[in-house]
């Protein structure tokens, strides 16, 4: 099992910036992808953000250029930089993991673990 624990979100203005932090402790595989979905009141949920243990990364056109996507290997922990934030990014943001893989997507169904999330608030 693998347990996944997020923090970081909170309410910003439009045009502020979060940093979202996720650590993953229990059975996580050396080589695994970790990624970032978000989930808006009556919407599905949309994946946003991975990235393997290798330095790879999986990101939307539709957030590239304002969310960075980072891991620390050593300490299983996985972060999302959002600048630029706006009021359709207001979500619940989640964490999850797939082990043993090098390779990721950015469907939910691809991932086994997930966190409990971190509400995100963009409003003026």
């Known amino acids: 099992q693998v347990q996944l624990m997020e923090s970081g979100g909170g309410s910003v203005q439009p045009g502020g910036s979060l940093r979202l932090s996720c650590r993953a402790s229990?059975?996580?595989?050396?080589?695994?992808?970790m990624a970032w979905f978000r989930q808006a009141a009556g919407k599905k949920r949309e994946g946003i953000a991975a990235r393997n243990n290798g330095g790879n990364s999986w990101v939307p056109d539709s957030v590239k250029g304002r969310f960075t996507i980072s891991r620390d290997n050593a300490k299983n922990v996985l972060t999302l930089q959002m600048d630029s934030l706006q009021p359709e990014d207001t979500a619940m943001y989640f964490c999850?993991?797939?082990?043993?893989?090098?390779?990721?997507?950015?469907?939910?169904?691809?991932?086994?673990?997930w966190g409990q999330g971190t509400q995100v608030a963009v409003s003026s």
């Open positions: 999850a993991v797939r082990n043993s893989a090098s390779w990721c997507e950015l469907g939910e169904d691809y991932y086994s673990y």
């Open positions: 229990g059975s996580i595989t050396s080589n695994s992808c």
